[in-house]
């Protein structure tokens, strides 16, 4: 057959071509993963009809057994790469606990296509309540049937096959592996495209090198705790970092690799050079306020964000005109990409967002704005057109790459040819660890409980020690499950269409309470043990670290929005109380209710010193019992008698997302038991594993049901990601 006489099939923008396995979005080539293409074959094949999940599971793996929540990401990311938006065009339908359903028109054009004849039939996907499907599912089964029967298939297309319009050819990205040791991470792109800059990261500290694209030995820059935000001078020489040693953290600059770091703006994060170089435009977190420093640290001038009053991930200066772009989230969740000048006039929100963007750039033109979306545990690149008009803000978005596992961030070379980021695949798995009974001489025993390659996080072990909750999924899409605490099969408890995690048990073991987005907002829902129907109970909307605990009685604790407060909700009267009178002293995490239900247990890193504090539900008296020179502390229980609380505590790791209560997996990972009356806090036990992610203690004191993350990472280079930047360079 050739080229002329291929048969395709369009809906909306897209045109999709099985044979080459392309899909076009007004001529431009969108690039998916194998299985999202096989995929979107399968939909628009029965385009009109319900595909359950089942036949989907059987059609995209059938020589292995996945799970459901494998099929889920990739119907996520698909919807991602066809440009659904919540209002807009809708291609793809769920059934609820069934399957989906393309819903938008198709059309074959380029062939007159026949049936083929009796037992030369492709294996489409197809509900048995259906007749054998006709010449549109002939045309897509070829994308997923393979080799088998394709002869014939296509002899018959061939057969009476009609000109087609000609296609004109595309540049596909290139990806390519620049290094490969499994450690490196967060990356940027020399202005020159020729240099990248990265993190390396073993057991103990970060260590920032440089070193020449084409390859040859690295240059180290920094090594510590913690480093990360890399961004290049524009004249290649100098680097802009954030970074933590034992002394300090802060943003810090360094004139040129191998010289002598300087710290410039303590306790900040991110941050960027204007495009001259002369001027650091550095952002603060929770008061929307960006300053602008020499390269020495000293300050110019500053300007007030309006709008902008919690996180800040990401500041970028347009190399075309005095206008900085910044990436902000609220108390809700809702990501934003703002823009504004130098001089604070002519703010705008120019995008906002309910998934996660967590890094942004302007293109060289400054006529729009590359950024990630993170949906489930994958990413998209996307192309934001920006008006340059003041007085006309209407923008437009345009996906260009999906389906990448990566660390958050990317960086661009100056002519916007290429982009570095890093390939990030991760996992995780529950683990048990049992110290045995008390008395009893043998070593801690640890066994994995889950062996998947799902995210499988916040474990809670049910009151009787028996059975173990927790939630599969990625941020944006979530589900609870249940399972008993020798491991085996997991029982899936909600089927929600949204995240849904933070399960708690109540005292009996007979319900569960956790966060769910299913309304739209964060909010506190139930569902009982067994299943069944979930029902919202919070009237107000709760934070979403999702964080929440059940008391002996009936009341259930949930945080706050803005971390720095519990409520404590009534299931029967839906009447709420704050657990503190005080909300303005510091950030509240992880509580946990003593056996009497008369204290509670937080960490909170508020004066005099952060760390466990206890606090009388009776008198309100809040006692600081442990200090912490770290955030990541938790506590996880009490002694039966009530004189002890058991913490959790590590050094910071990986930024993981809402997945995760307060987002960072952790290393040198312990378990402490802290005496309320005077003593020392001892350390019980240490978690093996390099990465871990949360901790539930069993009642008994002795079991300890924990996360274990499985990861690697390295820098990848994307030549000609964006075509109409190559289109743009061809016509000069």
């Given at each position: 057959m050739n080229h002329e006489s291929r048969p395709s099939c369009e809906f909306g923008p897209f045109v999709l071509d099985p044979f080459e396995r392309l899909l076009l979005r007004y001529g431009r080539r969108i690039s998916l993963t194998p299985k999202v293409f096989d995929l979107l074959c399968v939909l628009v094949a029965n385009n009109g009809h319900l595909v359950e999940k089942n036949q989907l599971l059987k059609e995209l793996w059938p020589d292995a057994f996945v799970e459901e929540a494998n099929l889920n990401r990739i119907v996520s990311v698909l919807r991602k790469a066809l440009g659904e938006r919540a209002g807009g065009q809708k291609y793809i339908e769920t059934v609820p606990k069934r399957g989906y359903r393309f819903v938008a028109r198709v059309t074959v054009s380029g062939a007159d296509v026949g049936l083929p004849e009796q037992g030369l039939r492709p294996h489409a996907v197809r509900p048995t309540n259906r007749p054998v499907l006709g010449p549109l599912s002939m045309i897509l089964a070829v994308a997923v049937v393979g080799i088998a029967?394709?002869?014939?298939?296509?002899?018959?297309?061939?057969?009476?096959?009609?000109?087609?319009?000609?296609v004109a050819p595309l540049s596909a990205p290139v990806h390519r592996q620049v290094t490969f040791t499994g450690n490196e991470g967060t990356a940027t792109l020399s202005p020159d495209g020729r240099r990248i800059a990265y993190v390396s990261s073993n057991h103990t500290e970060k260590t920032i090198l440089v070193r020449e694209l084409a390859g040859g030995q690295p240059i180290e820059v920094f090594s510590g705790l913690g480093a990360g935000f890399l961004r290049w001078s524009p004249d290649g020489e100098g680097l802009l970092y954030w970074a933590r040693t034992s002394s300090s953290e802060g943003v810090f600059v360094v004139p040129k690799p191998g010289g002598a770091p300087r710290l410039i703006a303590g306790g900040r994060y991110v941050a960027c050079w204007s495009p001259d170089g002369a001027t650091i435009a550095v952002a603060s977190y929770l008061v929307g306020k960006v300053t602008f420093l020499d390269?020495?640290?000293?300050?110019?001038?500053?300007?007030?964000?309006?709008?902008?009053?919690?996180?800040?991930w990401d500041i970028d200066w347009s190399p075309e005109n005095e206008h900085l772009l910044l990436v902000s989230n609220?108390?809700?969740?809702?990501?934003?990409?703002?823009?504004?000048?130098?001089?604070?006039?002519?703010?705008?929100?120019?995008?906002?967002?309910?998934?996660?963007?967590?890094?942004?750039?302007?293109?060289?033109?400054?006529?729009?704005?590359?950024?990630?979306?993170?949906?489930?545990?994958?990413?998209?690149?996307?192309?934001?057109?920006?008006?340059?008009?003041?007085?006309?803000?209407?923008?437009?978005?345009?996906?260009?790459?999906?389906?990448?596992?990566?660390?958050?961030?990317?960086?661009?070379?100056?002519?916007?040819?290429?982009?570095?980021?890093?390939?990030?695949?991760?996992?995780?798995?529950?683990?048990?660890?049992?110290?045995?009974?008390?008395?009893?001489?043998?070593?801690?025993?640890?066994?994995?409980?889950?062996?998947?390659?799902?995210?499988?996080?916040?474990?809670?072990?049910?009151?009787d020690g028996n059975s173990v909750l927790f939630n599969i999924g990625h941020a944006g899409h979530a589900n609870l499950y249940a399972m008993s605490m020798t491991g085996g099969v997991p029982q899936q408890l909600t089927r929600l269409d949204s995240f849904n995690v933070g399960g708690a048990w109540s005292p009996d073991g007979k319900q569960i309470a956790f966060g769910s987005t299913q309304s739209g907002t964060p909010h506190v829902w139930t569902i009982d043990r067994e299943g069944g129907v979930p029902r919202v109970l919070s009237p107000t909307q709760m934070s979403d670290s999702f964080d929440l605990a059940w008391y002996p009685g009936s009341r259930i604790l949930y945080q706050a929005m803005g971390n720095r407060n519990y409520v404590e909700l009534d299931p029967?009267?839906?009447?709420?109380?704050?657990?503190?009178?005080?909300?303005?002293?510091?950030?509240?995490?992880?509580?946990?209710?003593?056996?009497d239900g008369r204290s509670i247990a937080v960490a909170w890193n508020r004066r005099p010193a952060r760390g466990v504090w206890v606090i009388d539900t009776r008198t309100a008296r809040e006692s600081l019992v442990y200090r912490s020179s770290t955030d990541s502390l938790m506590p996880i229980g009490w002694s039966s008698d009530g004189r002890s609380v058991y913490a959790f505590e590590g050094k910071a790791h990986t930024y993981r997302?809402?997945?995760?209560?307060?987002?960072?997996?952790?290393?040198?990972?312990?378990?402490?038991?802290?005496?309320?009356?005077?003593?020392?806090?001892?350390?019980?036990?240490?978690?093996p594993g390099e990465e871990i992610g949360s901790v539930s203690m069993a009642p008994d004191g002795r079991r300890f049901v924990y996360t274990v993350y499985s990861s690697r990472s390295d820098i990848w280079v994307v030549d000609d990601f964006d075509v109409t930047v190559e289109a743009a360079i061809a016509r000069k």
């Open positions: 029967g394709l002869g014939v298939l296509l002899y018959r297309i061939a057969g009476s096959a009609a000109p087609q319009r000609a390269p020495m640290g000293r300050e110019q001038r500053s300007v007030t964000l309006d709008g902008v009053r919690s996180w800040v609220d108390d809700e969740g809702k990501f934003t990409i703002w823009t504004f000048g130098s001089d604070g006039l002519d703010q705008h929100a120019v995008l906002e967002d309910r998934a996660e963007i967590a890094s942004a750039r302007w293109a060289p033109g400054g006529e729009a704005i590359y950024y990630f979306r993170r949906e489930n545990q994958t990413v998209s690149l996307n192309k934001l057109l920006v008006r340059p008009d003041p007085g006309h803000r209407e923008t437009s978005a345009v996906t260009l790459l999906t389906g990448l596992e990566t660390d958050r961030t990317f960086g661009l070379s100056a002519d916007g040819r290429h982009l570095v980021y890093t390939r990030a695949p991760y996992d995780s798995n529950l683990w048990l660890l049992d110290l045995g009974h008390s008395g009893e001489d043998r070593a801690p025993e640890t066994r994995a409980l889950t062996q998947s390659t799902s995210l499988i996080e916040r474990p809670r072990v049910s009151p029967e009267t839906r009447t709420e109380t704050p657990l503190t009178m005080e909300s303005s002293v510091g950030w509240m995490f992880s509580p946990v209710v003593s056996p997302g809402l997945i995760l209560a307060r987002g960072e997996t952790v290393t040198k990972a312990r378990i402490l038991l802290i005496p309320l009356q005077g003593g020392t806090s001892q350390t019980i036990a240490t978690l």
